[in-house]
């Protein structure tokens, strides 16, 4: 299988060209961490979300509980849903026709509609978020991004009509995905980056698709036809460009999520599966300080086999590292959770013929 190459020009990933090992190898013995959890209903996840000390599973249609052993659900809707949020004492949704609070009382999980401004409040919406201060913020296809007071009211933050995605960062930055590039708020001033842009304001594609934040604090802006990462520790305005690669896996895969799990390195939920980037190994050569054309030695993505205990052959779609470091994977059908170390057990079933297989560009 070749290996994959970087968009034609400087750009280059965290020194990690993506690409894939060969299949066909013998594999290593596998931990058999605990058995996983299984969800009715064969719903796509949306977002898995921790509000007070319970677990929620979201889905396309419905809302769980992670009670005892199961998955339990606790809510339907009547509109698909697109995203979703949470604070310790309320749910917020965000389907096809508006968004909605449901409250976590003993009288729980009676939906409530988001006083978005006028025909806002039926619209879909395409992103629902909280920044780093705890404000709810939330975008309606065709209306913008708004952005709730400590009142309550909702107020218009950005007036760009398409807005697809939003996030927020640990270090207090606000992004919002639009069709005319990518906007990121950090205190009251917003930048634009776009592929029109110059320096480390330029993305390849004004599309952008999915914001997609891993536990590290970077942020992976899926585009079109490209995929760039913003990393938490980003160099001053004007000293270098975004990392960005052309795909993951291989051309048309979507990235559904990412995260980071101590001693493995980042793992990527795909269309084609579950891929994991190693972490580079200690000592490693730092990659070069300006990227242009040296050659430099890239490390491979890492298609990973089934997950331990698996009964379903649907792949998972959401990857999240909670603050035990303990590794949640959901598909349509279940939740696997495992610790770093049987992540990294895991991990390690991969083709030993191809280990040390590197790229260049």
């Given at each position: 299988?070749?290996?994959?190459?970087?968009?034609?020009?400087?750009?280059?990933?965290?020194?990690?060209?993506?690409?894939?090992?060969?299949?066909?190898?013998?594999?290593?013995?596998?931990?058999?961490?605990?058995?996983?959890?299984?969800?009715?209903?064969?719903?796509?996840?949306?977002?898995?979300?921790?509000?007070?000390?319970?677990?929620?599973?979201?889905?396309?249609?419905?809302?769980?509980?992670?009670?005892?052993?199961?998955?339990?659900?606790?809510?339907?809707?009547?509109?698909?849903?697109?995203?979703?949020?949470?604070?310790?004492?309320?749910?917020?949704?965000?389907?096809?026709?508006?968004?909605?609070?449901?409250?976590?009382?003993?009288?729980?999980?009676?939906?409530?509609?988001?006083?978005?401004?006028?025909?806002?409040?039926?619209?879909?919406?395409?992103?629902?978020?909280?920044?780093?201060?705890?404000?709810?913020?939330?975008?309606?296809?065709?209306?913008?991004?708004?952005?709730?007071?400590?009142?309550?009211?909702?107020?218009?933050?950005?007036?760009?009509?398409?807005?697809?995605?939003?996030?927020?960062?640990?270090?207090?930055?606000?992004?919002?995905?639009?069709?005319?590039?990518?906007?990121?708020?950090?205190?009251?001033?917003?930048?634009?980056?776009?592929?029109?842009?110059?320096?480390?304001?330029?993305?390849?594609?004004?599309l952008v698709e999915k914001l997609l934040p891993d536990n590290t604090g970077a942020l992976w802006v899926v585009m079109s036809d490209a995929i760039s990462v913003f990393e938490p520790a980003a160099p001053a305005a004007g000293e270098a460009e975004v990392p960005t690669v052309k795909f993951l896996g291989r051309p048309g895969n979507e990235v559904f999520g990412v995260a980071s799990v101590p001693g493995a390195g980042r793992v990527f939920a795909t269309a084609m599966g579950l891929l994991l980037l190693p972490a580079a190994p200690a000592g490693a050569p730092a990659a070069p300080a300006s990227p242009t054309d040296k050659v430099a030695p890239q490390r491979l993505l890492v298609p990973l086999p089934a997950l331990p205990n698996a009964t379903t052959s649907t792949p998972p779609v959401l990857v999240q590292v909670d603050a035990q470091q303990r590794v949640w994977l959901a598909s349509a059908d279940e939740v696997t959770v495992l610790t770093a170390k049987e992540f990294r057990k895991f991990a390690q079933r991969v083709p030993a013929a191809a280990k040390g297989l590197a790229s260049r560009h």
């Open positions: 299988m070749p290996l994959l190459r970087p968009l034609p020009r400087r750009h280059f990933l965290l020194g990690a060209l993506l690409g894939l090992l060969l299949p066909g190898a013998p594999q290593v013995a596998a931990a058999r961490p605990r058995p996983p959890y299984a969800v009715a209903g064969h719903e796509a996840p949306v977002a898995l979300l921790r509000a007070g000390r319970a677990t929620y599973l979201v889905t396309q249609r419905s809302v769980f509980r992670l009670e005892g052993q199961q998955f339990v659900r606790k809510y339907q809707s009547a509109s698909p849903i697109q995203c979703a949020a949470a604070a310790d004492t309320v749910l917020w949704l965000g389907t096809q026709q508006g968004a909605l609070s449901l409250g976590l009382g003993p009288a729980g999980f009676r939906p409530h509609p988001l006083a978005l401004p006028g025909a806002a409040a039926t619209a879909r919406t395409t992103a629902l978020f909280q920044d780093a201060q705890g404000a709810l913020w939330a975008a309606a296809d065709g209306y913008g991004a708004f952005r709730r007071a400590p009142g309550g009211a909702f107020a218009a933050e950005l007036n760009t009509p398409a807005v697809t995605a939003g996030a927020a960062t640990a270090d207090g930055s606000v992004w919002l995905g639009t069709n005319v590039g990518l906007s990121r708020k950090q205190g009251t001033e917003w930048t634009r980056y776009n592929e029109e842009g110059v320096a480390n304001r330029e993305i390849p594609d004004n």
